[in-house]
């Protein structure tokens, strides 16, 4: 069987169309895999990260071409013969984690993100953007079908922003600060207002107060302008700049400083004691959590679609950051 499948064959900003649709032939399955037809394939800011050269410090992608992504729905197509737990026409989920050795300490423990063969889907193994994908079944995610509306941001956006917000805080009365405004920091105000956890957006200018008014009613807004010396007990920055120094001067001594953009940030004694701290690839048990909590049900957010055809579109708006959704690639 051939399938579409976008594949990255040169780093290079999305602008140049780095991205190529071929047709490939579909290899045949392992005894413990799954072959999934896809429905729903969510464009992520990690994906861009790849396309664009960001990761290639950290050695992703680790093969080319590659085809990228990391996030989608779809339903199980076929199972290998050692197969018990999926069925055909089971709705599913995939995420960052390919497969991981099942042996070591890490994996042992539940933190198979930290696994030393830990294999990324769409970064180190081929990925999501495309018809149909073939996963390990002990890496697949079952979606029970009243959240499937909301699935898609189950296997990567939610579980890692929750993380990011749990790692920030000591206890529930911290108070925290996000800097960034995306879709993931208009996830992590709405965890806030969850859990009842006082925070503030930092932004920028007039411009980004506008949007986040407009998307996200009843936000404490600070300008980067005027944040105070040694306020916050925790800060969460979605996007990494200059500004950085600034915003370190607002966090407390021992503060928590969550990383989830790309960047490596200086370490120095210059933090005075406090402590960058990077979320990592969200584990299979907090996929499942996410999944089971009344979170999700609170989360609103909107989804924007796109056609297969369109994913440079789709990758193009993700960039400029103009709309605060989630996008999707459908496919019919
Ligand atoms: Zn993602
Ligand atoms: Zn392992």
Redesign the pocket.
């Known amino acids: 069987m051939l399938m579409k499948a976008w594949f990255l064959t040169k780093i290079n900003n999305i602008e140049n169309n780095p991205l190529e649709l071929k047709k490939v032939k579909l290899r045949s399955l392992n005894d413990d895999e799954v072959l999934i037809k896809l429905k729903e394939i969510g464009i992520c800011k990690i994906d861009l990260n790849l396309i664009e050269g960001d990761a290639v410090n950290f050695g992703y992608p680790s093969k080319k071409p590659i085809i990228p992504g990391h996030e989608a729905i779809g339903s199980v197509e076929d199972i290998g013969n050692k197969v018990e737990e999926f069925k055909k026409g089971d709705l599913v989920g995939i995420s960052m984690l390919y497969s991981?050795?099942?042996?070591?300490k890490?994996?042992l423990s539940g933190n198979?993100s930290a696994?030393?063969?830990?294999l990324i889907t769409g970064e180190s193994i081929d990925g999501c953007y495309a018809e149909y994908f073939i996963g390990k079944s002990n890496f697949i995610f079952k979606i029970p079908q009243e959240i499937s509306e909301k699935a898609i941001l189950t296997v990567c956006n939610l579980p890692l922003v929750y993380k990011s917000f749990k790692l920030s805080l000591r206890n529930l009365e911290d108070k925290i600060a996000i800097y960034g405004l995306n879709f993931f920091s208009f996830l992590i105000i709405q965890i806030c207002k969850f859990f009842n956890v006082d925070n503030e957006m930092i932004v920028l200018n007039e411009k980004e107060e506008r949007k986040l008014n407009n998307i996200l009613k009843e936000v404490n807004i600070k300008k980067i302008s005027a944040i105070n010396k040694n306020y916050y007990d925790g800060l969460i920055l979605f996007r990494a700049d200059d500004n950085f120094y600034k915003l370190v001067k607002s966090v407390k001594f021992k503060g928590r400083i969550i990383n989830v953009t790309l960047k490596s940030l200086a370490t120095s004694p210059l933090l005075e004691g406090k402590e960058i701290i990077s979320p990592g690839i969200p584990t299979k048990s907090e996929i499942f959590e996410i999944q089971r909590s009344g979170l999700l049900n609170k989360i609103t957010f909107n989804k924007i679609f796109y056609d297969f055809e369109n994913i440079i579109k789709a990758l193009s708006d993700l960039k400029m950051n103009n709309e605060i959704a989630k996008l999707i690639l459908k496919i019919k």
């Open positions: 991981s050795c099942g042996k070591c890490e994996c198979e696994c030393k063969e830990l």
